[in-house]
């Protein structure tokens, strides 16, 4: 740790603050959304995989009461800053970060366990990427140690049965999402993240139920900035005053 030069920053309008690496993966607004996006009740347990620095895990615990967060992360770098955010923070009853391969998951981790599962995943698959030598940007931008599929089984394993699934992807791999959760998640809801006016979405935030059978509904979404590059006022309520995102 302390030939690893870290920032400290603030999510949420400060509510939460987070150390992150300089040269590595860096936090914008995607752990922000799909924390915003579980709709989690008191005595819930979520499961953050691919947790990275601690970020989703700490914005939906601050947002959300009465819940336990356990994020799990590969990387022994980022689970030590995890560890140091969840302190810094002082969320250490809700959040655990746990260093562990979802390819082969610690045994603290039950299949069927947890009532949520989010997961910020690898946007670039194996063979599409550019790698960076930087192993910490590496493992967080590309599928390098596990799959897009071998993620989303993992995840199917970990929730119960009528818990949720949620992801936030690139947009142009949504094909992917859906075609592996067909017939396995139901009541399927896209959200698009429109970047600006006449902009293609690059994001999506998809959320499921295991073992439903209720129809996929695909949302108007909502659109990120201004024209003049400024966040709309919903995308403030989310990325600063910590709201929930509805998908209605």
């Known amino acids: 740790m302390e030939s690893l030069e870290v920032t400290e920053d603030s999510l949420m309008g400060g509510k939460v603050l987070l150390k992150q690496p300089v040269g590595a993966y860096r936090v914008a607004i995607d752990p922000i959304f799909l924390a915003a996006a579980v709709h989690a009740k008191p005595g819930d347990t979520v499961l953050d995989i691919g947790a990275g620095v601690g970020a989703a895990s700490l914005c939906l615990a601050r947002r959300l009461d009465g819940i336990k967060v356990i994020g799990l992360e590969l990387q022994r770098e980022y689970v030590r800053l995890a560890a140091e955010n969840v302190k810094l923070n002082h969320l250490q009853d809700r959040v655990e970060i746990l260093c562990g391969n979802l390819l082969k998951a610690p045994p603290r981790l039950a299949a069927g366990t947890f009532t949520h599962v989010m997961t910020n995943p690898p946007y670039v698959e194996h063979d599409k990427g550019r790698p960076s030598p930087n192993p910490l940007k590496r493992h967080a931008n590309i599928e390098d140690s596990a799959s897009f599929s071998e993620w989303a089984n993992f995840c199917l394993l970990m929730v119960k049965p009528k818990g949720t699934i949620t992801f936030i992807h690139r947009a142009d791999r949504l094909d992917h999402i859906l075609s592996f959760f067909a017939g396995k998640l139901g009541g399927i809801h896209i959200y698009p993240l429109w970047p600006g006016h ?44 910590g709201e929930s995102l509805v998908m209605g």
């Open 198 to 241: 006449g902009k293609a979405a690059k994001r999506v935030v998809v959320t499921g139920v295991k073992s439903s059978g209720a129809n996929l509904t695909l949302h108007q979404g909502m659109l990120l900035h201004h024209q003049d590059g400024k966040f709309t006022r919903e995308a403030e309520a989310i990325l600063r005053d």
